[in-house]
């Protein structure tokens, strides 16, 4: 149980066009998900913070405009990097915590590579 | 505010060797805390956790205790295996998860 998908799980595109990363929970609500950077040999940035019909909880130093986040249902998430460049070369992780999240433990999905030419 | 410190890497053992990688915390009150693994290619996997001072978390042989007067939460193994080279990363958990750094463990055969 509690398994979180992601799609696509690389992706190149060219600079300047958008890129729409879907993040879902497979078997299970997520009232909250998460988006995360991670670039290579570091840690898990956190982007933002994603809570169903509302809009998304973005941390210090992320472009909001740039990182669009959407939180349609309790199942699905979706990231759009909008004009993407070769430094939003990375690799975006999901996950999503339970509706009744004791211990707040997340799942996280497997993760997008994104590659910008 | 919070933060995770975890011992940099990478961590090189031989197999059947006792591993130690530290971590330590700063949080007011009682997080939960957590230690993830990343194998190669692959999203996070949660390996254990501990959501009270003096719990105790394990997993797959792995072990680590929440020691709130140290605040620490060291993870241990007593044998390794190869096929537990990955990334390790050591967290705390609140209404968002703080991790450290990430530790890389190689184990040669």
């Known amino acids: 149980g509690a398994v979180v998908s992601q799609h696509p799980s690389r992706v190149i595109c060219k600079s300047g066009t958008s890129v729409k990363i879907e993040c879902r929970s497979l078997?299970?609500?997520?009232?909250?998900m998460f988006w995360y950077r991670q670039f290579p040999k570091k840690s898990l940035m956190l982007m933002a913070t994603?809570?169903?019909?509302?809009?998304?909880?973005?941390e210090q130093g992320v472009e909001k405009d740039k990182f669009l986040i959407n939180h349609a249902s309790l199942t699905l998430s979706t990231l759009t990097v909008t004009s993407a460049h070769p430094e939003d070369s990375s690799f975006y992780i999901c996950?999503?915590?339970?509706?009744?999240?004791?211990?707040?433990?997340?799942?996280f999905g497997p993760g997008t590579r994104l590659t910008v030419l | 505010g919070d933060s995770v410190t975890q011992m940099e890497g990478p961590v090189t053992l031989s197999e059947e060797a006792f591993l130690t990688i530290n971590c330590t915390y700063t949080?007011?009150?009682?997080?939960?805390l957590f230690w993830y693994v990343q194998y190669p290619g692959e999203g996070l996997q949660l390996l254990l956790k501990?959501?009270?001072?003096?719990d105790k978390g394990s997993n797959k042989g792995f072990e680590a205790t929440y020691r709130k007067e140290t605040t620490s939460f060291h993870l241990e193994k007593g044998s390794v295996q190869v096929s537990d080279s990955a990334v390790y990363f050591c967290?705390?958990?609140?209404?968002?998860?703080?991790f450290g750094k990430g530790t890389r463990l190689h184990i040669l055969p």
């Open positions: 996950s999503a915590t339970l509706a009744d999240n004791l211990g707040n433990e997340q799942f």
């Open positions: 078997d299970f609500q997520a009232t909250t």
């Open positions: 994603s809570n169903e019909g509302s809009k998304a909880t973005y």
């Open positions: 949080a007011t009150g009682y997080p939960s």
């Open positions: 501990a959501t009270k001072a003096d």
């Open positions: 967290a705390l958990g609140r209404d968002k998860i703080i």
